[in-house]
């Protein structure tokens, strides 16, 4: 296994105290947790623009002071694990060390969070359990590894390893909200709060446990209830299923998991109703064979006089199906006997309506996380779900040339350049979305995945010829088949000194026919 290093080493000690039954298999999970970190760093190192690092080859890298870094071929769609690389012939087996040696400027916060990320995915695999049923929360709790090309992946600063166990989704656990009383008049309100979370003149936020302890005494506040709702996690970790049903909740969880803070802003709370409303007509109007998960209410309390993005409650629909649901993420390949099949109906439902969308004035971020799948008897996608609406962006120029009205929602949603639109749903969709699932199918084998790609060049060329052949369905289908395609780059985003927001690369487009044929 290697020597721990000492963020490793630090869970392992705790682990050993909160559940020692959990310490050999953690210990166990650490190389291939290293090997899988590793392999999405790679990806990075190889396709994303950073400073004093050259890409000489498909599988060389030059440092700017001579070094050369050196691994196997690994196209930028592919999975899987990379137990080493080599840095002038010395072999490094753990990504935070091999990015300290390479000693790229502003990496520091990087490499800490490399090792969160491989120390809470041994955590997430030693604590992990097969699937035990087919509930949309069953699905959603079997993702054990996270993000399947970001290296933060499993990075989770400020939650410790008792937190991890007792409210992170892969280890199942029933997660107890609180609640939170709050001068209702002082409350942003967006929707119909529920009476029952109201008491007098009192509206009761429900608060994730997280929060209560680490957040709320700074506040100088107490929860009014504690362990009121006991709820399942989702995928988002801050996103629960309440056992006794109703609304989905959405809280706040103020520290930085992958990459994001996980509070929800004023704003979010202000939009969440009308941009609901917006999607499922837009939604209607493109078929009808994506729902939308609907926000149906939203709140924030305040602080200082402030309306706080730490004080913040969304309330969301279930998953309007029946049968199996899951997220996109959840997928496995014995899901699909036949690939091609799976995958030509998968494409056909969502190129055919987040294309549409597009074409309408909205782009979706349409990743394994947000986008759910069901299934029919035939085990093949029949309709899909588009959840968490928070990310897409909306042309306002695109809406009014369809006769729509823009919504009342916060400006940061809002652009008219159609390479914001493009790199919003194509950077997702073809850069995350289908090539995670080609990745997955293919096993590997270029043929098979050639193929695969081609399925989805097809369909989506059908996809725009159903389509008004407007300027901008023209503007978007050159680029989804142009040579390269927008991509978040995750590790740019994490250097000292990056820009406040997402941060973009460029990658081959498999869905150009250069690239599959």
């Not at 190192?45 to 700017?64: F, H, K, M």
């Not at 007098?200 to 709320?216: A, E, F, I, S």
């Not at 989804?480 to 460029?506: C, M, N, Q």
Request: glycine share 10%.
């Amino acid at each position: 296994m290697g020597v721990m290093r000492r963020l490793e080493g630090e869970f392992a000690a705790e682990l050993a105290l909160v559940r020692p039954e959990l310490s050999a298999r953690y210990a166990e999970a650490l190389p291939g947790a290293r090997a899988a970190v590793m392999g999405r760093l790679w990806r990075g190192l190889l396709y994303e623009p950073l400073p004093g690092l050259t890409v000489t080859g498909p599988s060389r890298v030059r440092l700017a002071d001579g070094r050369e870094l050196t691994g196997r071929e690994r196209r930028p769609y592919d999975l899987g694990d990379e137990p080493a690389l080599r840095l002038d012939g010395h072999a490094h087996t753990h990504p935070a060390e091999l990015l300290a040696a390479l000693g790229l400027p502003g990496a520091d916060r990087l490499i800490e969070d490399l090792d969160n990320s491989v120390a809470s995915m041994a955590l997430s695999r030693a604590g992990a359990s097969p699937r035990t049923g087919a509930t949309l929360e069953d699905h959603e709790q079997s993702v054990i590894d996270g993000h399947p090309y970001h290296p933060g992946c499993r990075n989770r600063p400020g939650v410790s390893v008792a937190e991890q166990v007792a409210y992170m989704p892969e280890h199942r656990p029933v997660v107890a909200l609180d609640l939170l009383a709050l001068p209702l008049r002082d409350c942003l309100v967006t929707g119909p709060w529920p009476a029952s979370l109201v008491d007098g003149d009192r509206l009761l936020l429900p608060v994730h446990p997280w929060q209560t302890r680490h957040v709320l005494p700074a506040l100088g506040l107490r929860p009014h209830a504690t362990g009121a709702v006991p709820a399942r996690p989702l995928m988002s970790v801050r996103t629960l299923a309440p056992l006794d049903g109703g609304p989905h909740l959405k809280t706040a969880f103020t520290t930085r998991m992958t990459s994001g803070v996980r509070d929800i802003s004023p704003g979010s709370v202000r939009d969440c109703v009308p941009l609901s409303s917006l999607l499922t007509t837009l939604a209607a109007r493109c078929g009808g064979g994506l729902r939308i998960a609907r926000y149906l209410a939203g709140a924030a309390g305040p602080v200082d006089g402030e309306h706080s993005a730490d004080l913040s409650c969304m309330l969301r629909e279930p998953t309007p199906e029946r049968g199996p649901v899951l997220p996109v993420a959840a997928v496995t390949a014995a899901m699909a006997p036949d690939p091609a099949a799976w995958l030509a109906a998968f494409a056909r439902l969502v190129l055919r309506d987040a294309l549409g969308l597009l074409s309408l004035g909205v782009a979706l971020e349409a990743h394994g996380q947000n986008l759910l799948v069901a299934l029919g008897p035939d085990g093949l996608p029949y309709r899909l779900v588009y959840r968490d609406l928070a990310d897409v962006r909306i042309s306002p120029a695109r809406l009014a040339r369809n006769g729509i009205e823009p919504p009342p929602v916060s400006a940061r949603l809002l652009s008219d350049d159609p390479a914001v639109l493009h790199a919003k749903l194509f950077g997702s969709l073809a850069g995350t979305t289908f090539g995670s699932l080609i990745a997955l199918f293919g096993r590997g084998d270029r043929t098979v995945e050639g193929r695969l790609w081609a399925i989805v060049a097809a369909t989506a060329r059908e996809a725009f010829r159903a389509l008004p052949d407007t300027r901008d369905v023209r503007a978007d289908r050159h680029a989804l088949f142009g040579e390269r395609i927008a991509v978040k780059a995750h590790l740019v985003a994490r250097l000292d000194g990056a820009p406040a927001g997402d941060s973009w690369t460029s990658l081959p487009n498999y869905l150009n026919d250069r690239e599959h044929t």
